[in-house]
């Protein structure tokens, strides 16, 4: 029994000994039948046992140097952005500034008059009595009209690109909004137009009340556009309001080519975007191909595209000003399509799945005192949100 024992032992040894020196034998001429690379690899010329002789690069501007003359050295290998060129084209393309020139403030100079604003702060003995008793006031309108003036159109260009106004609007290019855009519902601040805010249709159904800092003489356009809001055409957008020829800052007194439609969010879409964007002249332009019919109760006719419009007139407009908010849907947008669009209101439906419980356990480790709330049986739910 002993020996039979021993035998079967001996005979799965070798037997497994057999199958791993035939996993690698196959391993081995796997290995050797993979094809040589086509060319030398990255950093094959280095050394790895002495790597103390590798000579250093002491600083980081000599590690820059050095780092942008391999990049512009041909390999045979393709990059990672050459896989995306042939795929995407348009990949890492860049983008065009189409908006007025910007001339942004020198840092050195930002630096110096700060510090000499720190220091005639520190002489004024009235500034230093009322920061001492907490009564210094600080100005929010001059804050607002340094930071128009500084460093807010960057601001409001990355919301921009945040929200994906450029990317809808105009593809392969953007702008500096340098022409601050105050755009009023009511007459309080609480339906005012920003970057990014939410109003509701209720709210914006009426023209807003419109202003800008605008030199005398000159031309102004004024458009509101929904990227989102296409019933049809994902691509296109609707038109809700657009002015032209604008003398100074006079929104009334310019050219109403579309006349303002409050925004309709179809039910079930979540939240739209809305875009104000003004656009200075160079002189007065002829819209007669632009112009509806007033009033413009049509969708079809209100199809737009903001970038096939710039392209029309790029020649003669720049934009110059930004500013957007969203909506989503509430009862009046009901009234724009029976009322005013004569139409029927598309409703979008989201069928909720239920919430899914996974199985009960028998030992819940790790769960709280309250785990068991969530598998009684009866048809009022006592647990809450885990």
């Known amino acids: 029994m002993a020996l039979r024992t021993v035998s079967s032992g001996v005979l799965k040894n070798y037997f497994d000994l057999r199958v791993n020196n035939a996993k690698t034998f196959i391993t081995t001429a796997f290995l050797c039948l993979r094809r040589p690379p086509l060319g030398p690899m990255p950093n094959e010329d280095i ?5 103390a002789t ?3 690069y002491r600083s980081y501007n000599r590690y820059f140097r050095k780092a942008e003359e391999e990049k512009k050295k041909q390999v045979w ?7 995306m060129e042939k795929e995407d084209p348009e990949h890492g393309a860049e983008l065009v500034n189409i908006g007025l020139p910007s001339n942004r403030p020198s840092r050195t100079n930002q630096v110096r008059e700060r510090r000499q604003m720190m220091k005639d702060n520190k002489k004024n003995v009235e500034l230093e009595r009322a920061c001492r008793l907490r009564t210094f006031k600080i100005s929010l309108d001059r804050v607002q009209e340094v930071w128009e003036k500084s460093i807010g159109p960057f601001h409001i260009r990355r919301l921009a690109d945040h929200y994906g106004v450029f990317r809808d609007l105009f593809p392969n290019a953007y702008f500096l909004p340098q022409i601050p855009l105050r755009i009023c519902y009511s007459q309080g601040t609480s339906a005012q137009v ?3 805010n939410e109003l509701t249709p209720t709210e914006t159904a009426s023209a807003p009340v419109v202003n800008f800092n605008a030199d005398e003489g000159s031309l102004w356009t004024l458009l509101l556009t929904s990227p989102d809001e296409h019933l049809l055409d994902n691509e296109a957008e609707y038109v809700h309001w657009l002015v032209g020829n604008i003398p100074g800052g006079a929104v009334q007194s ?3 080519l579309c006349h303002y439609l409050p925004p309709f969010p179809a039910r079930g879409t979540g939240f739209h975007r809305y875009i104000y964007i003004l656009f200075q002249q160079e002189g007065p332009i002829n819209f007669q191909e632009d112009l509806r019919p007033s009033p413009c109760h049509s969708l079809a006719e209100r199809t737009f595209k903001t970038v096939d419009f710039y392209r029309k007139h790029q020649d003669s407009m720049t934009p110059a000003g930004l500013a957007f908010f969203q909506c989503q849907w509430d009862e009046s947008v009901t009234s724009t399509f029976h009322n005013t669009l ?4 598309p409703v979008f439906e989201f069928i909720r799945p239920p919430v899914y419980h996974p199985p009960q356990v028998k030992f819940p480790h790790g769960k709280p005192l309250r785990y068991l709330d969530r598998y009684r049986d009866g048809k009022a739910q006592t647990y809450g949100i885990y």
């Open 47 to 51: 050394d790895v046992e002495n790597i």
């Open 194 to 196: 920003h970057y990014g």
């Open 54 to 56: 590798i000579e250093k």
């Open 77 to 83: 290998w393709k990059t990672y952005q050459e896989y």
């Open 342 to 345: 004569n139409m029927r209101e």
């Open 254 to 256: 310019g050219e109403e």
